[in-house]
């Protein structure tokens, strides 16, 4: 079992940065693909970013590319989502996920969730 807990959201100015955390306890987080997901007002769950267990392979939503970077530091079982240049639209409520399978990365069909954390971007 694998527990997640995201941290690190507020409220942030439209074009500003924010860093978000998400710390995993339980067995081989070295061994397991992390994602980001958010949900946004008044619209289902939505796919982020993802990262191989490797820190390879990063995909991005067309959304967010060239804004958010994810990466990962296994050493603290910790995945991070940057996130740059930031919008209204980018409100909303964010969750770590991670899977054991790389295909369950490409269908977004993720094993274990965080309870979210809010990033509101308004002046």
């Known amino acids: 079992q694998v527990q997640l807990v995201e941290s690190g959201g507020g409220l942030v100015q439209p074009g500003g940065s924010r860093r978000l955390s998400c710390i995993a306890s339980?067995?081989?987080?070295?061994?397991?693909?992390m994602g980001w997901f958010r949900q946004t007002p008044g619209q289902g769950r939505e796919f982020v970013a993802s990262?191989?267990?490797?820190?390879?392979?990063?995909d991005y939503a067309d959304s967010v590319k060239g804004r958010f970077t994810i990466s990962r530091d296994n050493a603290k079982n910790t995945v991070y989502l940057q996130m740059n240049s930031l919008k209204p639209e980018d409100t909303g409520v964010y969750y770590c996920?991670?899977?054991?399978?790389?295909?369950?990365?490409?269908?977004?069909?993720?094993?274990?969730w965080g309870h979210g954390t809010q990033i509101t971007v308004s002046s």
């Open positions: 990262i191989a267990w490797s820190g390879g392979a990063a």
């Open positions: 339980g067995r081989n987080f070295s061994l397991l693909h």
């Open positions: 996920a991670a899977a054991h399978f790389a295909q369950d990365v490409v269908t977004r069909n993720f094993d274990y």
